[in-house]
């Protein structure tokens, strides 16, 4: 306990001790110990006591996790944690007849190397009673890159390093539209990961390939956690909505050398053609993953309403991913499916590592609104249906967002769309997007 005075009504509990205890994220479903592996995964109390620790371990090569402590939905304290087990004091000297609400997040993405950056939970001190936390009313899962890690919304812009002290689960739009909403998040995110290659054109590093598992990004070499290769088990947590941020490492592969895999000699390159614009079958192979996807993700998530949010970094595929929605509502008759133009990062709401930045998150949130998000939540359907049935079910909602309805922003039709698909967006957009633009690597 090092210097820190003795509390003699100190106990501890094993995490399968306390029954009233919140798990985030996806997990093994062990809790000896509780592994946290996904951005913004982790546990929460109701705690009625004046001081509380908890004892953590990790161990990795080069890149260390972080945490965030929220007491009462407000952050803090972040903090790193240091290869090894050892305790972390949360909060103490706090008036023990009041309930706490308390959240310890991790704040960094698994690493698909570096034994996967993860941190595991083994036993709560406290000195009180664990009181009931209870669910909310709606629940969102978050897909993406870099920008869903967080990654460069904390530190000044000038910093560049690769390392895991400038990410954030917390000042995060996952994070911050959860909230707004009131709502129980889960995040499946890969820096420079893409829906079909990364932003190096290696095509092993897509998310689509790996969300069936627990979390599969993990290196196997040396895992500590072999659970992760696992079936996630999506009858446990059905989200109501599911929003996919992905595309900005597509495109940015198009800029990208070619990629070669030095023990089979495969190689791997989204081409651009002569003129600079994108070449019309990598063009289509991007579209088929994105249609792919989308039955991957309504296989295990049959009621949510699933919104592909995109544009942070630009949109330079925006018309692409509309005509890969609207082949796949075509072709299933599957109407809750969204495509949401995010607003662009500016010199003003950058970050670090040229990345958007928190004020470019908050205004990410902002844009999802919460009577939009309600209604995405709330467009539910019983699951287990019939795909006829489920088909009468569904009210007729077009495969984009309503936002000239509720912000008065002018409808900017997408050039070769088909006539039902609009995308509607407040930021500067360019609708003949088959040229491509600099974006961000996410």
């Not at 790996?210 to 290196?219: A, F």
């Not at 995010?342 to 950058?350: A, S």
């Amino acid at each position: 306990m090092g210097f820190v005075k003795e509390n003699y009504n100190l106990k501890d509990y094993s995490l399968p001790e306390i029954r009233n205890m919140k798990i985030h994220g996806r997990t093994t479903g062990r809790l000896s110990p509780l592994t946290l592996l996904w951005t913004g995964s982790g546990v929460e109390f109701n705690a009625k006591g004046s001081e509380l620790w908890i004892e953590v371990e990790t161990d990795y090569d080069i890149h260390e996790p972080w945490i965030s402590i929220l007491i009462n939905s407000y952050p803090v304290a972040r903090q790193m944690i240091t290869a090894g087990r050892h305790w972390i004091c949360i909060f103490r000297g706090m008036n023990a007849d009041v309930v706490k609400n308390v959240r310890i997040v991790k704040d960094v993405q698994p690493m698909c190397f570096d034994k996967g950056c993860l941190i595991h939970l083994h036993t709560v001190r406290f000195d009180g009673e664990f009181m009931p936390v209870e669910d909310k009313p709606y629940k969102i899962e978050f897909i993406g890159d870099s920008i869903t890690s967080g990654e460069g919304t904390v530190g000044a812009l000038c910093e560049q390093d690769w390392i895991p002290m400038w990410f954030s689960a917390v000042d995060n739009y996952t994070y911050m539209t959860a909230k707004a909403l009131d709502a129980d998040y889960r995040v499946i995110s890969q820096s420079g990961w893409g829906v079909l290659t990364s932003w190096d054109n290696n095509p092993n590093c897509n998310i689509p390939r790996y969300y069936e598992q627990i979390c599969g990004i993990l290196p196997k070499e040396n895992c500590t956690v072999p659970e992760a290769f696992s079936l996630n088990d999506f009858d446990s947590w059905q989200p109501d909505v599911v929003v996919v941020n992905l595309g900005t490492n597509d495109a940015n592969a198009f800029n990208s050398p070619e990629w070669r895999d030095e023990k089979t000699g495969v190689r791997h390159k989204q081409r651009l053609n002569e003129d600079g614009t994108y070449n019309e079958e990598d063009l289509a192979t991007f579209e088929n993953a994105v249609v792919g996807f989308l039955h991957k993700l309504r296989k295990y998530n049959e009621s949510a309403h699933i919104v592909w949010a995109y544009g942070m970094c630009g949109a330079p595929l925006m018309p692409s991913v509309c005509r890969a929605v609207d082949t796949y509502t075509r072709s299933t008759g599957d109407r809750k499916v969204s495509v949401f133009q995010l607003p662009n990062t500016t010199n003003e709401t950058m970050g670090s590592r040229y990345h958007p930045g928190r004020p470019a998150h908050e205004k990410a949130a902002k844009e999802f609104q919460i009577p939009r998000m309600k209604r995405w939540a709330r467009d539910t359907i019983p699951a287990g249906l019939p795909m006829k049935k489920r088909q009468k079910s569904w009210p007729a909602l077009s495969a984009g967002c309503c936002r000239a309805n509720e912000t008065g922003c002018p409808a900017i039709p997408l050039n070769g769309q088909p006539p039902h698909i609009h995308l509607i967006s407040c930021c500067t957009f360019t609708p003949d997007l088959r040229h491509p633009r600099p974006s961000m690597i996410s």
